[in-house]
Each structure stands twice: as structure tokens, then as C-alpha cells.
């Protein structure tokens, strides 16, 4: 099994920034898909930056696009997402997910791990 630990989250003003981490820990593999998604109250959870570890692609969402930036730190074994220029609709739990290399655009369903939540709360 994968274990998931997300932290990062809070609550910030519009155009704030907030950095999102994930360690991932377990039966780790090399080439791996993983990345972020969220979910706001009354909606689906939706990518927002899934990253492929053999090519490198990250597959950001267009509300991502310019303003999010994922990066990994293979020696620590964690994901970060950098968010800037935060909006109130970004408001949502923020979800790391962990699975076998993405496939196209990776939906959650492509994914076997995930993590707990982080709440990001932007006002």
C-alpha cells in the first residue's frame, strides 16, 4: 500500500498564496501518476494538476493554468503544489492521488491512493 499526507492548507485572502505538500510513503513505485485534485461542497472533484513521473507531463487544469505550479522532490518523496494569485472559487479540499501512469487526462477514477484533505479557504 501508498500512504498519502497532505499539508498546506489554510485560509487566505483573494491573491494570496499557499503551498500544498504530499509525502508519499509505502510500496512506492518509479513511474507513477500522481498529482492534485479538489472538491468544493455540492461538486465533483476535478483535477487540478496530475503529473506524470515518467515523461514529466503535467496535465494542469485551465483554472490552474499560469497561476498553479507542481513540482516533486523524488529524494523526499513529495509532491508540491505552489498556488498563487488565489481566488474565492478556489475554495475547496484539495486531494493528493496516487496511481499507476497517467493515461490521457487522468480522472480520480485512474487513481488507487489518495490522500486525506487539505481545506484551502480563500476569501
Known amino acids: 500500500d501508498v500512504q498519502l499526507v497532505e499539508s498546506g492548507g489554510g485560509s487566505v485572502e483573494a491573491g494570496g498564496s499557499l503551498r500544498l505538500s504530499c509525502a508519499a510513503s509505502?510500496?512506492?513505485?518509479?513511474?507513477?501518476?500522481m498529482g492534485w485534485f479538489r472538491q468544493a461542497p455540492g461538486k465533483e472533484r476535478e483535477g487540478v494538476a496530475p503529473f506524470d513521473s515518467g515523461g514529466g507531463a503535467t496535465y494542469y487544469a485551465d483554472s490552474a493554468k499560469g497561476r498553479f505550479t507542481i513540482s516533486k522532490d523524488n529524494a523526499k518523496n513529495t509532491l508540491y503544489l505552489q498556488m498563487n494569485s488565489l481566488k474565492p472559487e478556489d475554495t475547496a479540499m484539495y486531494y493528493c492521488?496516487?496511481?499507476?501512469?497517467?493515461?490521457?487526462?487522468?480522472?480520480?477514477?485512474?487513481?488507487?491512493?489518495w490522500g486525506q484533505g487539505t481545506q484551502v479557504t480563500v476569501s
Open positions: 492521488a496516487y496511481g499507476p501512469p497517467c493515461v490521457g487526462d487522468p480522472k480520480p477514477q485512474d487513481f488507487n491512493y
Open positions: 509505502g510500496n512506492t513505485y518509479r513511474r507513477i501518476c
